[in-house]
């Protein structure tokens, strides 16, 4: 079956650091590939996406590449504010398109980012 | 822009006792969800429906029920709630052919049962 791992965290970084945490996939087929992020008290929204492989979905400073040799697709940001603390989850569609798309989701990463 | 509500938002049951958590979205989407959140273990899939009067099991459906008799609507239902229900629900929902797979969702609702 499908499945997303991702980074064990919590991460803690302080402002202006650099982010990553990685993500590897199994699935089968052509996935779709997503970034959701959930702040404190709130429901899941998505951050990102990338629909095929080589696709780079970017959105408020994050970035993340889709990567189908190494079955990755790690987020990234250059400089972390305090605003970006929130738990993190990456996700993958197996039948993006249909109307039975589900999404897989992995474990979700914990960020603080101090001042 | 009220998307996708879901209620109650806290709820405290004994072991035995049912209740229907609601969930209802605005936006004419074909496929709704449920999942639950535990921590460590991310969202995991209990029951979807790709429209009205269709509904099918996901990843942990033992213990829940669901119904979807208007698009509106996807109500998930425990009959005697356990323990091991104590989690934070999330309902979500998303367009039906030609979606990428994104899903809106709702607050979230936080079940104990003692």
């Known amino acids: 079956g499908n499945s997303v791992t991702q980074m064990e965290g919590p991460v803690t970084l302080s402002e202006e650091a650099f982010l990553t945490i990685n993500c590897t996939y199994t699935a089968t087929g052509y996935p779709s590939l997503f970034w959701y992020v959930q702040y404190p008290g709130e429901g899941l929204q998505l951050l990102l996406k990338a629909t095929k492989a080589d696709d780079k979905g970017s959105n408020k400073g994050f970035e993340a590449t889709y990567r189908k040799e190494t079955t990755s697709f790690h987020l990234e940001k250059g400089s972390v504010q305090v605003s970006d603390s929130a738990v993190y989850f990456c996700a993958l569609s197996d039948r993006p398109g249909t109307s039975g798309s589900r999404l897989t989701f992995g474990e979700g990463t914990q960020l603080t980012v101090n001042p | 822009n009220a998307g996708v509500t879901q209620t109650p938002k806290f709820q405290v049951l004994k072991t035995g006792q049912s209740m229907t958590l609601q969930c209802a979205q605005d936006m004419n989407h074909e496929y709704m969800s449920w999942y639950r959140q535990d921590p460590g273990m991310g969202l995991r899939l209990i029951h979807y429906s790709v429209g009205a009067g269709i509904t099918d099991q996901g990843e942990v459906p033992n213990g829940y029920n669901v119904s979807r008799s208007t698009t509106e609507d996807f109500p998930l239902r425990l009959l005697s709630a356990a323990p091991s229900q104590t989690s934070v629900y999330f309902c979500?929902?998303?367009?039906?052919?030609?979606?990428?797979?994104?899903?809106?969702f709702g607050e979230g609702s936080r079940l104990t049962v003692l």
């Open positions: 979500a929902s998303s367009t039906g052919t030609g979606n990428t797979g994104e899903l809106f």
